[in-house]
């Protein structure tokens, strides 16, 4: 047990140091931490409606902020009803950290999938062999159970405050 501990922990260390930061990214994916401004052009067909405008470009929760004569105003962009011309600003992370973040949000349908899944056992293994590293009847075991006690109280804690 130790030795499969061993040697699949130092395979899978870049594996984790990617997860690792890009899971502390992830924390901040609600505010604009680390984000470029993206500006795009586009046409979209002229004389759309709102309800319309949102579903054409795929925007959740779309919401018009301003109506200017043809103008439209929204969170991200402006839609020109006479032309049909649309200006969208997003928001995103620089390429590699966005790369990496999309490996916490990896579908299903999609390779990472299989990485997702490999590193997700290799943790609970990690987890479960670490119960093999020390004789149950030495100190070091019994100070280790105390504080992976604490540790699933403190996250049942955080997770229902």
Same mark, same amino acid.
């Given at each position: 047990m130790r !030795?499969?501990?061993?040697?699949? +922990?130092?395979?899978?260390? +870049?594996?984790m140091a990617v997860y690792s930061l890009s899971g502390m990214?992830?924390?901040?994916r609600d505010t604009d931490f680390l984000k470029k401004n993206i500006e795009t052009n586009t046409t979209i067909a002229a004389n759309l409606d709102n309800s319309t =405008? +949102?579903?054409? =470009?795929k925007i959740r929760n779309f919401k018009v902020e301003k109506t200017d004569g043809d103008h439209v105003t929204f969170k991200g962009g402006t839609y020109d009803k006479s032309s049909g011309n649309v200006k969208l600003i997003k928001k995103e992370l620089p390429y590699v950290l966005g790369k990496m973040t999309h490996l916490h949000k990896a579908k299903s349908s999609q390779p990472l999938?299989?990485?997702?899944i490999f590193? +997700? =056992? !290799?943790l609970f293994f990690f987890v479960v062999s670490s119960f093999w590293m020390f004789m149950p009847s030495t100190s070091v075991f019994k100070k280790g159970m105390v504080f992976t006690l604490v540790g699933v109280i403190l996250t049942l804690i955080l997770l229902f405050i």
């Open positions: !030795s499969i501990h061993r040697y699949l +922990g130092f395979f899978l260390a +870049g594996i990214v992830l924390i901040f =405008l +949102g579903k054409t =470009l999938f299989f990485l997702n590193f +997700g =056992l !290799s």
